[in-house]
């Protein structure tokens, strides 16, 4: 939802290294630094104030109003962030002050919305890309855009052009990429079902098999061994 803001307090981190980071993360802060006008300031923040700021209506296109231990506001976004590699959580934050005369560039995810008719039909949906790039002004940056695929049929596919962009904001990306497609059935899945189809039928028999397991003849039984005979 475009016009989002939040307000985030931060504190000032004055001692810096790995170090003190892993000490940071234990008492459920996260180092980050927050980007400006001027010098970097290195920041922490809480997790879960963290945590609520990204997950609100705005998403992480959110402007925050972030707070410096009392001082000015800094409206900000966020730049980037790390993530744990096994956990997932946020290991560390950039946040980038921004104004808000000015457009911004930014990454929105991609939601397909609607069944697609080729679907029921027997056909394969499939997202082509999950992100789009826009400008715009950080209070009109969209947390997300969607895509209606309920006219695609088989062998369909939608563009980027064919998105209904909000107001003011503008796709940087190709217009001409495919976000979305449907395709047939493959060939392989055809082949199960005929499988399937055929489970359950008795196997033709032959001559060879129908003689198995019956006892040899006199005149086939093996000879007794010459030790037998000592």
């Given at each position: 939802?475009?016009?989002e803001r939040l307000k985030l307090?931060?504190?000032?981190?004055?001692?810096?290294?790995?170090?003190?980071?892993?000490?940071?993360?234990?008492?459920?802060?996260?180092?980050?630094?927050?980007?400006?006008?001027?010098?970097?300031?290195?920041?922490?923040?809480?997790?879960?104030?963290?945590?609520?700021?990204?997950?609100?209506?705005?998403?992480?296109?959110?402007?925050?109003?972030?707070?410096?231990?009392?001082?000015?506001?800094?409206?900000?976004?966020?730049?980037?962030?790390?993530?744990?590699?096994?956990?997932?959580?946020?290991?560390?934050?950039?946040?980038?002050?921004?104004?808000?005369?000015?457009?911004?560039?930014?990454?929105?995810?991609?939601?397909?919305?609607?069944?697609?008719?080729?679907?029921?039909?027997?056909?394969?949906?499939?997202?082509?890309?999950?992100?789009?790039?826009?400008?715009?002004?950080?209070?009109?940056?969209?947390?997300?855009?969607?895509?209606d695929v309920s006219e695609l049929?088989?062998?369909?596919?939608?563009?980027?052009?064919?998105?209904?962009?909000?107001?003011?904001?503008?796709?940087?990306?190709?217009?001409?990429?495919?976000?979305?497609?449907?395709?047939?059935?493959?060939?392989?899945?055809?082949?199960?079902?005929?499988?399937?189809?055929?489970?359950?039928?008795?196997?033709?028999?032959?001559?060879?098999?129908?003689?198995?397991?019956?006892?040899?003849?006199?005149?086939?039984?093996?000879?007794?061994?010459?030790?037998?005979?000592?």
């Amino acid at each position: 939802m475009a016009g989002e803001r939040l307000k985030l307090v931060v504190q000032n981190r004055a001692v810096l290294g790995s170090a003190e980071s892993r000490r940071l993360r234990r008492q459920g802060l996260i180092p980050g630094i927050l980007y400006g006008r001027e010098a970097p300031v290195p920041i922490t923040i809480g997790e879960r104030d963290l945590r609520h700021a990204l997950t609100g209506p705005g998403g992480a296109n959110a402007v925050l109003d972030v707070v410096v231990e009392g001082g000015d506001t800094h409206s900000s976004v966020l730049k980037d962030y790390q993530q744990h590699p096994v956990r997932g959580n946020i290991v560390h934050v950039d946040l980038q002050e921004v104004r808000l005369d000015r457009p911004i560039h930014a990454t929105v995810p991609l939601h397909l919305v609607g069944e697609a008719a080729g679907a029921k039909e027997g056909g394969v949906l499939s997202q082509q890309i999950m992100e789009v790039n826009v400008e715009a002004l950080p209070m009109e940056v969209p947390s997300m855009l969607e895509l209606d695929v309920s006219e695609l049929h088989v062998n369909d596919q939608a563009r980027l052009d064919q998105l209904v962009m909000p107001a003011g904001v503008t796709i940087l990306d190709d217009l001409e990429t495919i976000a979305a497609t449907v395709t047939p059935p493959s060939r392989i899945e055809e082949e199960e079902a005929e499988g399937v189809e055929g489970e359950g039928e008795a196997p033709e028999t032959t001559g060879e098999a129908e003689g198995e397991g019956e006892e040899p003849t006199a005149d086939e039984t093996p000879a007794e061994s010459d030790s037998s005979e000592e």
